[in-house]
């Protein structure tokens, strides 16, 4: 018999690790990086990694290290759920408090449940997963890199595969390395894993390293290498075996030690790779024999105390026959149990059990993990693998809730899937489930939807429709298909009729008021808007009267958005969101939706200091429910960002879209990383260019199609390219909806063009048109009102139309400029660039003077390079001195630094460097003061806006400002304020607009 030690050299896979550490020594450089191994089994992915994580280690890298096994379609998170366990169990390590600081993390490992505050299911808690593994992995990287191996990937779940591909996207600047290995001969055409490999391979952080077959010059080196550590023959005969094992290898180095350890101790050499393993068993003793068979019933791995258990063997026999078995090397000892030294053998052994034995040992392990608190996911597997479907149907149920809980919605869906499929079969089924077929089935239809699987969800509750005749389930069903159809995009009206239907036989009742908030959803989509609002407005009624929390915050978004859309009162759909936010709701999502829309109403009415409190509110509390990467949480940082690119906060900005990824690959990847772009072009920042690239993937898609060619266009004009930024208007106006307001801001994007061009006539004419049609134009009709930013583009728009006209005289551009006012720094600013300009050819060298240096200010203040640069051109040719010219040493003009925090002080007419006033109202512009001043002596908005020459509207924005630079909720606190600071009632201070 042939003493066997671990193989310690490293033959034939330099080329292949030299990659591998080029990938971890630019994770350590600060840039994250992917590998994906792959090979045939046995060809040596395990020990190739292994050198890796050695090497790492002394590289100062934090190794996390998790596996997949063959039921990891069943038991969700495997290998991440594996790799915390053991880096939670070293005290001093660094990954330990990064983990149980999270409670989506913690759920993971053995013996914690969550509380109520974390006890979110499905998509929602998949989010909240995703969003903890990504926050982890980026404050552990902050304090050491750190390698994380995914071993065997062809065994992962589904959620394991969507874990990787989000890390792999959201991964960007921080010292990470992923690695993940796979076998090759395992990837059938429709494996699951190959198009997530497929998608993977596309971005160039990834690294695909195949490992080849070994020559046979690497196998001799290889098999001599075994022989010097005794693990071989040796002499004459060991040199003629030594041919044979080469030829019989084909390359694969765990072949060839077995067929070496074989050669040694028996004459023939047994045929197929399983024979061979199995010629290794036959060595053992009857009882080392039957215990490497009860391993292998559990596994790849097995915990000591439960082997114990399943033999049947006394300590004393149980050690003598696993010393055998280790020795032999086809088990390694590990702290707490044994893993099968290649899964190859595991395989081999569990393929050699008879029939019955095999039922009869799945059967022993479920009662022993029964007793002993098991996965109810590893209790399914084995309840299923001994034919006992009562216990299968009850574990399944299970293992379906705790994978929604844990954030696993695809293995939800299965489980709960495998609970139906045995429930005929099983007697007293509902008793075993602990709940009705009707309700596992909606279990299981919600798991698919929020797995992202739309369709298959709709299907199910379609087929449990016709299967009921219960009003109550009716109504549920109803409602549940009309929500799934919306998210689905799929038929409305077979929606509008469905929840139609569930409203009518669904008893008064939380359910009836779910119900009608998803007909009234439903109705908002096809524009029924006074059926909609109607509908809502029963819905609120109803979840206020039976105490649906979650319901009537729906209801109070879909009036506040019907109001907004087909109502007249912004003021109106602000109090309902208000209302909506004041509480919680017992839904994450809704509570995030309704602070997203309530900031995005502000936002696009011009309050933006409100704008601002709220997007920050509501990225707090996605960030401390773990829900940063949720729809809603990534749409409030989105907003948060696009606020403080509007009030002139570029830095700010700059630093949120850090977070935007650039190599994109979904829609709301992408739809994010279109935002980035508009301080990027603004800057004129080289990214830009890169970012632009991959979304050009997308811009089929309208929104990111308008946000991405819209800056394209944009970057176009910058360069001095109109015909380019033609080609992307075109393209976006091809695609908008004619009433979409977003028409108004790209037409005049177009226009710019033209005007450079110096191309009036239809073109022209064609989109100012359009631009008119959507301010005054919605999808039912008349539009009922436009915000400040609209009103703001069109004017934008036909001052364009004038320049290409050769009309346009000051007072055109002096609009435009006063409309941006309401706190849009550098649009303001861009159109005071075109102010100054008509005022030069009208002949007021003075006035043009004083606009075009405000102009040259904001843009130095911003960073706006190619703004500044056009500027300046411009002040060349006028004689005009730079005013930015006399800039201390050191500091760049065109630097955000330079001017930090002019630009909206600039932008409504403070000198930059002014002395700040140092009390309540340095926060304050001057239009604001003046505002404040009136207010103080007590008019009404209709009042002020006749005395200062602005609208009823553009005052209110102003009020609503001023509330929230002071921290205060009434005008009446707001004139107390101003009275404090020696505001004089009805006397402004300070220069206006």
Known sequence: MVARTPQRVLIGRSAELDRLLGVLDSAAAGLAGVALVGGDAGIGKTRIVTELCDLAQRRGFVTLTGQCAELGDALPYLPLADALRGAVADAAGPVGPAVTARP????????????????????????????SVLDMLSEVAGRQPVLFVFEDLHWADRSTRDLLVFLTRMLQRERVCLVGTYRTDDLHRRHPLRPVLAELRRLPLVTSVELPPLGDDEMAEYLAVLGRYGEGPAGPAAERGLTTVIERAGGNPFFAEELLAAGAERARLPGTLADLLLARVETLSDTARQVLRVAAVAGRRVDHDLLRDATGLGDLPLEDALREIVSQRLLTAGSDGYTFRHALLQEAVYDDLLPGERTRLHTAFAALLAGRGGAPAELAHHHLAGHDLPGALRASVEAGRMAAGLGAPAEAHRHFGRALEVWDQVPEAERLAGESRARIALAGAAAAAAAGDYHRAAEQVRRLRHETD?????????????????????????GVAAAREAVDVAPHSPLLARALATHARALFRQYHDEEAAATASKALEVAEATGARDAEASALVSLALIEEEFGSSVEHAVDLLTRATRRPSGDLSIDLRARFNLARIHYENGALAVAARITEDGVRLAGETGLTWSTFGTDLRFLNYLVHYADGDWDAAERLAGGFGVRVGTRAEAQLSSFALFVEVGRGRPGADERLRWLSRFWSDALIGYMARGMAAEQALWRGDPNTALDHVDAIVAVLEPFDPSVIRIAATGLWALADLGRPGEPCDDLLRRARWAAENGPNGPRGRLGPEGIAWLARAEAEWHRANGTAEPEVWRRATEAFGFGFVYEEARSRWRLAESLLRAGDRAAARAEWERAVHVAAALGAQPFLETLRVVGTRAGFPDPTAATPAGTSAASPAAHDGDAREIATGEPPGAAREPRRLAALTAREREVLAHVAAGLANREIGERLF???????????????KLGVTSRTQAAAVALQEGLSPGAPDGNTV
Do not use: C, M, W
Request: proline share 4%; no cysteine.
């Open 104 to 131: 989506a993390l913690r759920r993971l490992l053995p013996g914690d449940e969550a509380g109520p505050a974390e006890a979110t299911t499905g998509g929602l808690a998949q989010q909240r997963l995703f969003g």
């Open 950 to 964: 602005i609208s009823q509207k553009t005052v209110s924005v102003h009020v609503s400002n001023i509330l929230a």
């Open 470 to 494: 219960d009003p109550v389930l009716i109504a549920e069903t109803g409602e549940r298909l009309s929500y799934y159809l919306a998210d689905a995009g799929g038929d409305e009206a077979e």
